[in-house]
């Protein structure tokens, strides 16, 4: 069973710095991992699956990238719209434990 | 473009069922390759998975919640629904459909309703 342990559980930043959001599984899944974005009051957005594949519409400042177990999000330049919880996402014992914990991105 | 809205009672009393629908526009649910999934989020808390249909009628669910919880298709009115028995002020929570793409296994969620609040509460 696999296990997603996202870090850290917040991060602050100020608009305009990097952003970089990690996310480990408990054991090799391949690229089958996707990212979210979730605002308040608002349901989860898509914004990359297979690891480094952005979701239509998503900026190009979003982006994946994985090694190994480790998968990483990063945002290039903050925007103050992308202050928000972000999930990871794996599909290989849906629907128990699919979800990592959320990384808050708040305002520095 | 696809829409997906949920729609049921917001106020269960414990030890009852919780019912609720998805309505899908935009699209069909008898497409392949897709999965047709309930997520919930209690208050202040993350996502969690409940399971999720196929357009077979194939299912799949949490294994805690395997014995108390059913999730069907209506082709016919391009719906899916959820029902989760003997509920508890556990189950409250904010619960998502949405439209789950399959890649050998249900795997990654590309279109949410906006969610709607159930509380169990007598």
């Known amino acids: 069973e696999v296990v997603l342990t996202q870090s850290p559980a917040t991060l602050s930043l100020s608009p305009g710095e990097r952003a970089t959001l990690s996310c480990r599984a408990s054991?090799?899944?391949?690229?089958?991992l996707a990212w979210y974005q979730q605002k308040p009051g608002q349901a989860p957005r898509l914004l990359i699956y297979d690891a480094s594949t952005r979701a239509a519409g998503i900026p190009a400042r979003f982006s994946g990238s994985w090694s190994g177990t480790d998968f990483t999000l990063t945002i290039s330049s903050l925007e103050p719209e992308d202050f928000a919880v972000y999930y990871c996402q794996q599909r290989d014992n849906w629907p128990r434990d699919t979800f990592g914990q959320g990384t808050k991105l708040e305002i520095k | 473009q696809l829409q997906l809205h949920e729609s049921g009672p917001g106020l269960v009393k414990p030890s009852e069922t919780l019912s609720l629908t998805c309505t899908v526009s935009g699209g069909s649910v008898i497409s392949s390759s897709r999965y047709w999934a309930w997520i919930r989020q209690p208050p202040g808390k993350g996502l969690e998975g409940i399971g999720s249909i196929s357009n077979t009628g194939r299912t799949y669910y949490h294994p805690a919640l395997q014995s108390r919880v059913t999730i069907s298709l209506d082709t016919s009115k391009n719906q899916f629904s959820l029902e989760l028995t003997s509920v508890t002020a556990a189950d409250t929570a904010v619960y998502y459909c949405?439209?789950?793409?399959?890649?050998?296994?249900?795997?990654?969620?590309?279109?949410w309703g906006q969610g709607t609040l159930v509380t169990v509460s007598s």
């Open positions: 054991r090799y899944i391949s690229g089958y």
């Open positions: 949405a439209r789950q793409v399959s890649h050998g296994l249900p795997y990654y969620f590309d279109s």
